[in-house]
């Protein structure tokens, strides 16, 4: 017994039973794309709450009595924080101009205001690498202890907001995922188990004639690793085609254009893909383990 | 003395729950190269008998050797091996309806792993040698009930094995057809192989020469030679 004779039998079994292994492929196929659809959405949105967090950085507000000889040694002070990767510091001045960019045609409303109304502020850029929502909000508490510290900002709220909803999306996430897995694994064990009593004879004359468990069992089982992959990755090759789309549709569009979207990872694919294997060649050595004992 | 059996059977009882005694401690030899008739009535342990010899089930009690294997130490793994050596012929034919007569015939030589030309020479040789050379492509459905069972005859015989049980072969088949199986069988004994024929009708081995093995409430007797 060969590993081509192995092939060339369970090919032909695939071809001489083709609808009854369509239906098992087209099982995986729908399970593993809806389950890969929603991790996709999953872990872009994953991507977008650590890219929006570090976008939005810190911005501390001083007290504008903050004589300015403190500046310098405030920065010292932010610069040597862990995790932060840049500070930039904004006078009242440049404050307010920016303020006044920011109204462009509205700017008149400025005039006669004091330049110095607003109060100077420090900008934190936070290391991406290090970022954590929790750590950030531990490190706006700890400087908004200064003395000289008004108030902190970084879209909390946002933050809270997004991290929320990624919390939610992962439950139905794992929760979809489970429940693929559940139903798939029993319509998958199901029309196995059709095509191993379909062949229910056959098994029993080649145990007549001598053969081995590895002889009766095999081509079943390239049949299901087979089914496996197929499904599967015709799944993912679905998504990606969607992905690509999507992707071309969000750099045509201006609101959106700043906005990246990445592919599911590697191992999340590998993942994928070893799981649908393993759901078909486990099912179907389950289903045949009856008609293997001698 | 030199031992010429080639099936031994001592002590063989066979028990099914809840208190079913198939078999009662028979003793039984077949030498080789024998051609022995197996006969009793329906239920009286026929199948079961045969059953025990190719390992389709174990005794309950005591030894059976086939051709030097005591199938009591046998292992699961080992029991295809004992197989090849072993071919049963039964009266429901077995075939697979879906495949051809070439292609049932030749799944005896496949689980040995042999080549391709080797497993088409062997396969019509033995079909011309049954008189089925011209329905290698034909379906067993296409055939009549004598030609399925040497379809049958010829998948126990192609891997050339040194015994055949057959099991009630000729139970389907009208006279003429059961003259032409015995004459089969007949001619596979004249070339070495030991065959165990399980029949209940009379008319077989009624003026035979050869031994014949009765069952009878789990007992057994034999006469002739």
């Known amino acids: 017994m060969t590993l081509p004779s192995l092939l060339k039998r369970a090919l032909a079994d695939l071809w001489n039973d083709l609808g009854t292994h369509m239906l098992t492929t087209v099982v995986i196929f729908l399970s593993a794309l809806i389950f890969s659809f929603f991790s996709l959405i999953y872990f872009n949105l994953q991507n977008f709450v650590e890219h929006f967090g570090t976008e939005l950085g810190l911005v501390i507000y001083l007290n504008k009595a903050t004589p300015q000889d403190r500046i310098p040694a405030l920065y010292q002070k932010l610069a040597g924080l862990e995790g932060v990767q840049a500070v930039v510091y904004i006078s009242p001045d440049a404050a307010f101009k920016r303020l006044a960019s920011y109204l462009k045609d509205e700017k008149d409303v400025l005039k006669g205001v004091d330049p110095k109304f607003l109060p100077p502020s420090f900008e934190l850029r936070i290391n991406r690498a290090v970022f954590h929502l929790d750590r950030l909000k531990r490190l706006a508490e700890k400087i908004n202890r200064w003395p000289e510290v008004t108030k902190v900002q970084y879209g909390q709220e946002w933050l809270n907001k997004l991290k929320r909803f990624s919390v939610l999306l992962r439950a139905v996430v794992l929760i979809s995922g489970l429940l693929l897995v559940l139903s798939s694994a029993f319509v998958v064990s199901n029309t196995i188990k059709l095509t191993v009593y379909a062949r229910e004879q056959e098994m029993e004359i080649l145990r007549l004639v001598g053969a081995t468990n590895g002889f009766i069992q095999g081509p079943f089982l390239i049949e299901a690793f087979f089914q496996g992959l197929l499904g599967s990755g015709l799944a993912l090759a679905f998504l990606y085609a969607g992905y690509r789309y999507v992707e071309t549709l969000m750099g045509a569009s201006c609101l959106l254009k700043g906005v990246n979207i990445s592919f599911l990872p590697w191992t999340f694919i590998g993942i994928i893909l070893f799981g649908s294997i393993f759901l078909c060649v486990s099912g179907t050595a389950l289903a045949m383990r009856r008609f293997l004992r001698l | ?225």
Do not use: W
């Open chain 2, 1 to 225: 003395m030199i031992d010429l059996s080639i099936i031994r059977l001592k002590g063989v009882s066979k028990k099914y729950p809840p208190d079913n005694l198939a078999l009662r401690g028979l003793d039984m030899d077949v030498r080789k190269g024998e051609f022995v008739f197996l006969t009793g009535a329906s239920g009286s342990g026929k199948s079961t008998l045969l059953k025990l010899l190719y390992c389709a089930e174990r005794p309950t009690s005591g030894q059976i050797i086939v051709d030097g294997l005591d199938l009591s130490t046998l292992s699961p793994s080992q029991i295809p091996f004992l197989r090849r050596k072993v071919s049963v012929i039964f009266q429901d034919f077995k075939l697979l309806s879906s495949k051809t007569v070439f292609e049932n015939v030749s799944i005896s030589l496949e689980v040995l792993g042999l080549k391709r030309t080797q497993i088409e020479k062997r396969v019509r040789q033995v079909l011309e040698g049954v008189g089925l050379s011209g329905k290698l492509g034909h379906t067993p459905l296409e055939l009549s009930g004598g030609e399925q069972q040497r379809v049958a005859i010829a998948r126990a015989v192609v891997n050339r094995p040194p015994i055949i049980l057959a099991d009630e072969p000729t139970g389907n088949l009208d006279s003429d057809r059961t003259d032409e199986v015995l004459l089969l069988m007949e001619e596979l004994n004249a070339r070495g192989a030991t065959i165990i024929f399980a029949t209940h009708d009379e008319r077989l081995y009624k003026n035979t020469h050869r031994r014949v093995f009765r069952l009878s409430d789990g007992r057994i007797e034999v006469t002739g030679p």
